[in-house]
């Protein structure tokens, strides 16, 4: 069963640029989210998806925002890069339904190394 | 919301040595209690898992167990390898705060033979 699969695994960016991200989940999967992890903040929540409507949101500005498709896959998107934007992009999925979180938690993908210049 | 304390590191261990790694976490509700493994250059990975009070999660000799009444969850493995070289991650998830993990600051361990 293939995992979280995360395109590109690396991208260099300049500042003013916007980016986009992308993560399939695992097949079945209904709920995706995303984390940004830096070497000072660490991990932190950006943002859930599940049937293509967010379900919760982190602090980030605007600028982050989301999406989710009808197959489940999801994007990030970055508008107005900035120096501090600069961080490993995680996404991770779960299968929906009451009881999931618990039974099976999240399941990572590799991650997008963002580089802004 | 749901927030987590995490042993701080860096700790470094010989073959062989017992390991524990301290968890305290704040939440409302009933939370799952995760912790979660980093290897250099990857992605986390799920080490074990408890759902509600006195649970106790094990994988790969690792194991930790939820403990409401002092909300702790500590991960030990009594003989830790060199392969075992790696950040930690603690994290509550669910309670008020569900679908979303709260993960703590992580703590990197390091084995030497």
């Known amino acids: 069963k293939a995992g979280v699969t995360q395109t590109p695994r690396y991208l260099i960016k300049t500042r003013g640029q916007q980016v986009t991200l992308s993560c399939s989940p695992i097949?079945?999967?209904?709920?995706v989210s995303w984390y940004q992890q830096t070497p000072g903040q660490g991990l932190q929540f950006l943002f859930e998806?599940?049937?293509?409507?967010?379900?919760n949101k982190g602090n980030f500005p605007g600028r982050f925002s989301g999406r989710q498709f009808s197959n489940s896959r999801s994007e990030m998107n970055v508008s107005t890069l900035e120096l501090g934007d600069s961080a490993l992009y995680l996404c991770?999925?779960?299968?929906?339904?009451?009881?999931?979180?618990?039974?099976?938690?999240?399941?990572f993908g590799s991650g997008t190394r963002l580089t802004v210049v | 919301g749901n927030s987590v304390t995490q042993m701080e590191g860096p700790v470094t261990l010989s073959e062989e040595a017992f390991l524990t790694i301290n968890c305290t976490y704040t939440?409302?509700?009933?939370?799952?209690l995760f912790w979660y493994v980093q290897y250099p250059g990857e992605g986390l990975q799920l080490l074990l898992k408890?759902?509600?009070?006195?649970d106790k999660g094990s994988n790969k000799g690792f194991e930790a167990t939820y403990r409401k009444e002092t909300t702790s969850f500590h991960l030990e493995k009594g003989s830790v390898q060199v392969s075992d070289s790696a950040v930690y991650f603690c994290?509550?998830?669910?309670?008020?705060?569900?679908?979303?993990?709260?993960f703590g600051q992580g703590t990197i361990l390091t084995v030497h033979p």
């Open positions: 994290a509550p998830a669910g309670g008020t705060s569900y679908g979303k993990l709260t």
């Open positions: 939440a409302t509700g009933y939370p799952s």
């Open positions: 998806y599940f049937s293509e409507t967010q379900r």
């Open positions: 408890a759902t509600k009070a006195d």
């Open positions: 097949s079945g999967h209904r709920s």
């Open positions: 991770a999925s779960r299968p929906a339904g009451t009881g999931s979180l618990s039974a099976y938690g999240y399941t």
